[in-house]
């Protein structure tokens, strides 16, 4: 049986390579008040091979929609590590998994007159040896902006939806979403 590979997106402004590497990776303290997520799942190849050793980046906004390296006009910045807070890798075992926490990010806007917005989403890069690299966004099933979202493959596809438990966060619990990332060689 041959997996599709994951559908490639626009990488953005705002990847930093050398963000920290850490285990568990828990942004949730960087992302202001709002609603908890835990993303969680595999890095696997078109075969069904798990990965080991993939080096999944992830990088997001803020409750209000600001990245941690970009200035008041929208711009990335020059950040160093020890000022990440938005951001973080995470190194796969053999069983191929990956999991983070973070606060959901926020919708920011597409233009001055502020009615278009971006749905809240998540930028992902993985890297492993023997595959191409990937790099995509996922996004969350209950954004009303999912179907606003730009024109182009770089933008809003379905097959990016993160299938979360609660569907629509509740205020109370975590909302906890998987999320398969298959790579080709």
Known sequence: M???????QVEGPYFLANSPATTPLDLTAAGGKGDKFELSG??????GTLINGATVHVWLADVAGAYDNQDAQG???????AKHRLRGRIITGADGKYTFK???PGNYPLSQNGTDFRPGHIHVKVEAKGYRTLV???YFQDDEYNLQDLDGDGFFKPELLIHASPVVPDGKSVQKGVYNFVLEK
């Open 75 to 81: 711009n990335a910045i020059a950040l160093p590590p």
């Open 2 to 8: 041959k997996l599709q590979p994951t559908p490639a």
């Open 42 to 47: 595999q890095v696997v190849s078109t075969d």
């Open 102 to 104: 973070a606060v959901r």
């Open 136 to 138: 995509t966004q996922l």
